[in-house]
């Protein structure tokens, strides 16, 4: 391979510089700039990690012209005068070097030497990642404002260098999602946070310099978002001064009452916008809990409901209910939304075999739910099947004596008070293995739009969607890397005896992967119940990259467009929500499918992502 010496780094010379600056007692204890504090030798071999490019490469990391780096008071911080240290030490130069390719050398070169680092030496390594950490961040967000920048909406010029068009494409974010592996959601606030940054050059400045961390930027970025331009300076040139010794929550309450001084209506304005985004999240953690958090709501509503629970727990606790105000907080907070009796505790906060004591009642409350009811045992040829059993609208004629259902043998009901739901009501798409379902193995199981459900939830939600009459049950068989291979409906057959179990009869349809023969082409533009059923089992949420919109609930978009010559087929349907079926019709970006339920997306960047049908558990 051809070598090439590589022309001089900005940090070289940022080296070279260094000594007219520091002094010997800012050069760290046991090393020299010849003992492992080297300046690099620009006639030398590129560094180890650059070992493997071209020539042509390495000129393209070298521009012939380097930029003149400033060294001085804009690049070496003096001494803070807390102490009389060297180097990373209190007192010392590299303790308040400014961040950037000089800090981030020194520092690496001490992380190969933390252990003989002296505990105040550390302490000024941490604080000089941090400034590192606040600078990369700065300007990470200016090359996404950069990119929103060249991003217009449709129908909008594009805008002079250095501004934003007057309308932003609505899938910036989607492509800033991509490039970063983040959720839609938090790709959206990165570029909020960067346009906001854009408006707000002190704020940025301050960040670049190290002197405030992301969360301080963002917290005063948010506070002025709804301020004319002079107010939002205004607060900033009140608290950024101080910013860099406050807490968060310091900082808090000093830009809230800075934002008060420079508008007065500023709060009421911005409380009312954000009951206007009142909502209710649920998430699960990989312990296996959840949570369901409401956003924004109303305070007296909210506080009252707050002093609800309060009020529940307390009856519980005197009624012998064993556990913390927090634990039987929540247990109420669930009872309530679950319409359960309230007025004594659930069996299972109660010790064993023993009784609430009689003490006031908490809420009148509704009579309890009944108990779940039977869950169908499957039966589906193959190996490696998946019962997606999904509890819809109630249909009150198909729900009668479904209390005198019973549960099939091998089935384990959930004990009360545990966890145990009553017949469930409404849409709930559940994937569990045949095994896990019949008690038989621990496999996880899986809730559309919801994530990974240990085995007891799985067969809780299982038998709660089997006690209702309007479930129905769908078969899919799956490969033993969890991809379909096939896909049923399943038949609930008559009991056969009281107290039996149900029998399931399930006609599966392969579903094809690799090349296409075509084999389930149809000759409309709309496909049939059968055919959605196969796409929504190879694909059970939207197929963008990192969506879990579920299928259900999504759009079977012909990926090349029917009207162009597009088949209804398997190798040219796939589950798009509505949002990411715009965001491919959008200006720059292209989807292709290169085999069935193997997605290309192209963004206008030109770079190339792709999604695989779904992996089921099994």
């Known amino acids: 391979m051809p070598t090439a010496t590589p022309r001089p780094e900005p940090q070289e010379q940022i080296l070279a510089a260094a000594p007219a600056s520091l002094d010997e007692r800012d050069i760290p204890p046991g090393g020299g700039w010849d003992e492992g504090w080297t300046v690099p030798d620009p006639d030398g071999d590129p560094p180890p990690e650059l070992a493997g490019l071209t020539s042509a490469e390495l000129d393209e990391l070298y521009p012939p012209k380097t930029p003149p780096v400033e060294f001085g008071p804009a690049g070496l911080l003096p001494r803070d005068g807390s102490g009389h240290g060297s180097g990373f030490a209190d007192g ?98 990165e570029l909020s946070l960067a346009i906001d940054l854009a408006y707000l050059p002190a704020t940025a400045a301050t960040l670049e310099a190290g002197r405030i961390d992301l969360t301080r930027a963002r917290m005063i970025a948010d506070a002025v978002s709804g301020l004319e331009p002079a107010h939002a300076a205004a607060v900033e040139a009140a608290v950024l001064a101080e910013a860099p010794a406050m807490t968060s929550g310091q900082l808090r309450a000093a830009v809230a009452s800075a934002v008060l001084a420079a508008d007065p209506d500023a709060a009421r304005r911005d409380r009312e916008e954000r009951l206007a ?45 064993v556990g913390g105000m927090d634990l039987l907080r929540a247990r109420a907070y669930l009872a309530l939304l679950l319409g359960h009796d309230v007025d004594v505790p659930p069996p299972d906060l109660l010790p064993a075999g023993s009784a609430p004591t009689p003490g006031p009642a908490a809420t009148p409350g509704p009579a309890p739910t009944p108990g779940p009811a039977a869950t169908p045992p499957a039966t589906a040829p193959g190996a490696g099947p998946t019962a997606t059993p999904a509890g819809n609208t109630p249909d009150p004629a198909a729900t009668a004596g479904r209390d005198s259902q019973q549960l099939p043998p091998g089935l384990r009901r959930p004990d009360p008070g545990a966890g145990a739901v009553g017949p469930l009501a409404g849409s709930v798409h559940l994937t569990v293995p045949l095994g896990t379902l019949l008690g038989l193995s621990d496999a996880p199981g899986d809730a559309a739009g919801y994530g990974s459900l240990d085995p007891d939830t799985a067969r809780i939600l299982a038998c709660a969607a089997a006690g209702h009459g309007a479930a129905r049950w769908h078969v899919t068989v799956t490969g033993p890397d969890g991809q379909a291979l ?62 879990r919109n579920p299928a259900v609930g999504c759009d079977l978009d012909h990926t090349v467009p029917y009207d162009e010559h597009g088949l209804t087929c398997e190798c040219n349907l796939g589950p798009l929500c509505r949002y990411h079926h715009r965001m491919k019709q959008a200006q720059g970006w292209k989807l292709h499918q290169p085999a069935p339920g193997v997605m290309t997306w192209i963004t206008p960047a030109g770079r190339h992502y792709f999604t695989a049908p779904t992996r089921h558990p099994t």
């Open 92 to 189: 010392g130069a590299l303790d308040a070097l400014a961040p950037g390719v000089a800090l981030a050398g020194f520092a690496d070169d001490a992380h190969a030497r933390l252990g003989a680092l002296t505990d105040d030496e550390l302490i000024g390594v941490l604080r000089g990642w941090q400034r590192q950490v606040s600078w990369a961040q700065a300007r990470k967000l200016a090359a996404i404002a950069e990119l929103a920048r060249r991003r217009p909406a449709e129908g909008t010029a594009a805008a002079s260098p250095g501004r934003f068009p007057r309308n932003l494409s609505e899938f910036v974010a989607d492509e800033v999602a991509l490039a970063l592996t983040l959720t839609g959601r938090a790709a959206g606030l």
């Open 486 to 547: 096939a896909h049923g409906t399943a038949r609930r057959g008559t009991q056969t005896s009281p107290g039996g179990g149900w029998t399931v009869t399930v006609t599966a349809e392969p579903i094809t992967t690799g090349d296409c023969d075509h084999h389930n082409r149809e000759p409309g533009y709309r496909p049939s119940p059968a055919l959605q059923q196969l796409i929504r089992a190879r694909s059970s949420t939207c197929t963008a990259s990192g969506c």
């Open 277 to 321: 985004e009142a909502r209710v999240e649920c998430w699960t953690d990989p312990t296996g809990t959840a949570n369901l958090v409401g956003r924004d709501l109303p305070s007296a509503q909210t506080l009252a409901a707050d002093k609800r629970l309060c009020q529940v727990a307390r009856a519980w606790k005197k009624q012998g209910a």
